[in-house]
């Protein structure tokens, strides 16, 4: 990691690991004292919660990185398209010339965010989970904002020990052997704490972690699906039917398998799992009015958005097509169910081919700007936060003895770790279905 890059990573990374970790310990409070009482009143309140944490990454998107959000409400009542265009941060100004459209009629806008929704989606980017928050939040749910994800995005065990050896990088003279450091050897017993802030936000707003095993996660998501019949709030349920990014790798995986069941090749998606999926509308078809048909594609000439690109203030592009589906219309058999979802994977290979060779989904798009509520929330924890450190050190003089100047360093150096094993876990080259992939396609 760069010099120039960390000084922008650790006051970024201080912000959100002791924001998240205030955010982590209420809604904790929360969870063991108004949820046994009142799980409505708790929901309510934690949404408030989850929002003071995920606002700041909505926060590195519009105005660090400088993102202008697009969003086009196509006369068809079933359409909206969505355009992400991520640019260069600027430090001198921000360009806040994003203006916003409506195309269609007004009832297609009072939809979007008032209604329960079942997302499917995709998965083309690392960051697609923020640029689902992004219009989330723009639509006004962003804080009862659901998703059913991979369990080790909770507790990455996988990258315990990277956080250890790359911040003993960054100090070879074995600061961490002395007896007031010995405690932060602990991280290689611990997941990456950014990761953990995340994941147990996300756990207390009743996130759904599977293991990615149909046999231990059937009676999971069923139990986690039936409990959002009495939800207060419209909330949009995110499901990413493909069980992992895209990738060459994966893809040469999928054509393999789909040349073997006598499926279409897909060329832009992978195959649909579809148990996940056909569980999902049979349990919520009675409660959720929609289905938002998702499309993520990023323009050929823009590079890839990743958490690295976006801390650098890097340019990047990605076009979202949602596509609406009433609920009411779906098939009633699971196996029916089942084909409606590959049917709408291969119509997204095409419609994805299409975007290929004109650049855009053929809808007009023209940009809504960007709230100012994420910058209010980054800027007044920024102040919470700096009055607070001062104060602490202050009344522990920490930094008037060698020992306390030490200890402030090195956990300093730890924060600068932990933010980059969070930039190197959001990676897809680096996950392990993307490890297993590669090696399936070598012994192929």
């Excluded at 809504?368 to 607070?388: D, M, N, Q, T, Y």
């Amino acid at each position: 990691m760069a010099i120039p890059l960390v000084l922008v990573v650790l006051p970024l990374g201080l912000l959100f690991l002791l924001s998240g970790l205030i955010v982590n310990s209420v809604q904790a409070v929360l969870f063991v004292s108004i949820r046994p009482l009142s799980k409505s009143l708790y929901r309510r309140i934690n949404r408030f919660l989850a929002e003071l944490l995920w606002l700041q990454l909505i926060w590195l998107v519009d105005w660090w990185a400088g993102v202008k959000c697009s969003i086009a409400f196509c006369l068809d009542l079933s359409e909206i398209i969505v355009s992400h265009s991520l640019f260069v941060h600027s430090f001198q100004s921000f360009n806040s010339n994003s203006a916003g459209t409506i195309d269609a009629d007004q009832e297609t806008y009072q939809l979007t965010g008032k209604e329960h929704a079942l997302i499917i989606s995709n998965h083309r980017s690392d960051i697609d989970w923020l640029i689902g928050w992004i219009l989330a939040q723009r639509s006004g749910c962003l804080g009862s904002t659901l998703a059913i994800m991979k369990k080790s995005f909770k507790v990455p065990s996988f990258l315990r020990p990277h956080c250890y050896a790359w911040v003993k990088e960054l100090f070879p003279m074995n600061i961490y052997d002395h007896p007031w450091c010995q405690s932060i050897k602990s991280i290689k017993e611990q997941s990456s704490s950014e990761q953990e802030v995340i994941g147990w936000s996300m756990w207390f707003a009743e996130y759904l972690f599977l293991e990615r095993s149909w046999a231990k996660d059937e009676n999971t998501l069923k139990w986690g699906l039936k409990r959002l019949q009495d939800f207060p709030r419209s909330f949009w349920l995110a499901l990413f039917v493909e069980g992992t990014r895209f990738m060459p790798a994966k893809l040469l995986a999928a054509q393999e398998y789909a040349a073997s069941q006598g499926l279409p090749a897909p060329r832009n998606v992978l195959i649909p799992r579809t148990k996940g999926f056909v569980s999902a509308v049979s349990i919520m078809r009675d409660f959720v009015p929609a289905i938002y048909d998702t499309t993520v594609i990023i323009p050929k000439d823009s590079p890839a958005p990743t958490m690295l690109r976006i801390l650098k203030g890097q340019s990047s592009v990605v076009h979202v097509r949602i596509k609406r589906h009433a609920m009411s219309d779906m098939p009633k058999s699971n196996e029916d169910v089942s084909k409606w979802c590959t049917d709408i994977f291969v119509a997204k290979d095409a419609l994805l081919d299409k975007h290929i060779a004109i650049g855009t989904f053929d809808e007009e798009i023209r940009p809504i700007g960007r709230p100012i509520k994420s910058l209010l929330v980054v800027l007044s924890w920024s102040c919470l936060l700096l009055f607070g450190a001062y104060r602490f050190l202050q009344w522990t003089q920490l930094l008037s003895t060698w020992k306390g100047i030490i200890l402030f360093v090195a956990g300093l150096g730890l924060v600068t770790g932990i933010m980059h094993v969070f930039i190197m876990f959001s990676q897809s080259e680096r996950s392990s279905s993307a490890r297993a992939a590669r090696n399936q396609v070598k012994k192929g």
